[in-house]
């Protein structure tokens, strides 16, 4: 199954990500993560892409688009993926339909503004892993250590409060009409991701199989 996860920043599309992961055994693939990790090890996509990650703006198409090339071409996407931040633009969707990829289902995880201020206020992330948490609803057990791996779980850069403003304007300006786009392509399926993680997960897996 080839999948696509949108929603706003914050809305929980990494964590459900990797619930879909374990479901149906297909790999997760985020482009922040991918960019951040480039970010890490000093390579030419990082550098890139730094100014606009850490402004909260979007990094240029023809760099992401060339990442998910890249990413999709591996062995592991043969059974199918799950994008997770990808696309996030109408050109990058047209770009993945131009690589002949057929997408199976694109599931929209819905949360208001003033939630996803709320929630990536308290994000933390693993600096070597990417595992994320949240100060209230999903503490690692040592404040500031990673569960799996013992990195450092640190703020991110860009889930500073002025920061996530920006990047909600510009999830509302660029990356909404990706829904009325999979709408018309008949592939879209609306989920409330306001409550609790488990009830998300829960109506993720019904869109699944619906
Ligand atoms: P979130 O979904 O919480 O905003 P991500 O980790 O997906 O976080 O993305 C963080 C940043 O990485 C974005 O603000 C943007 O700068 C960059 N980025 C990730 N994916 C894309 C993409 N598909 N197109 C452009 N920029 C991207
Ligand atoms: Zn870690």
Do not use: W
């Not at 979007?58 to 990413?71: A, M, S």
């Not at 131009?98 to 997408?103: K, L, R, S, V």
């Amino acid at each position: 199954m080839k999948l696509i996860l949108l929603g706003a920043p914050g809305a929980g599309k990494g964590t459900q990500a990797e619930v879909i992961c374990d479901y149906l055994n297909i790999p997760a693939i985020s482009t922040g993560n991918i960019i951040r990790e480039a970010l890490k090890n000093g390579t030419e996509v990082g550098l890139k892409a730094k100014s606009y990650m850490d402004e909260g703006k979007l990094v240029p198409d023809e760099v992401v688009i060339e990442i998910i090339k890249e990413r999709l071409a591996k062995d592991d996407c043969k059974n199918g993926f799950i994008l997770d931040g990808f696309p996030r633009t109408v050109p990058q969707a047209e770009a993945l339909d131009a690589m002949g990829i057929e997408i199976d289902k694109v599931i929209d995880i819905e949360v208001a503004d003033e939630k996803i201020m709320q929630r990536l206020s308290g994000r933390r992330v693993c600096s070597d892993c990417g595992a994320s948490y949240h100060t209230m609803y999903k503490p690692s057990k040592a404040e500031g250590v990673c569960d799996k791996c013992g990195g450092k779980t640190v703020l991110r850069k860009d889930d500073h409060p002025d920061t996530v403003k920006e990047r909600l304007s510009v999830y509302h300006t660029q990356t909404e009409p990706l829904k009325d786009y999979y709408e018309k392509a008949g592939k879209l399926q609306i989920v409330e991701g306001q409550e609790e993680v488990k009830d998300t997960s829960a109506l993720v897996i019904k869109a699944l199989e619906a």
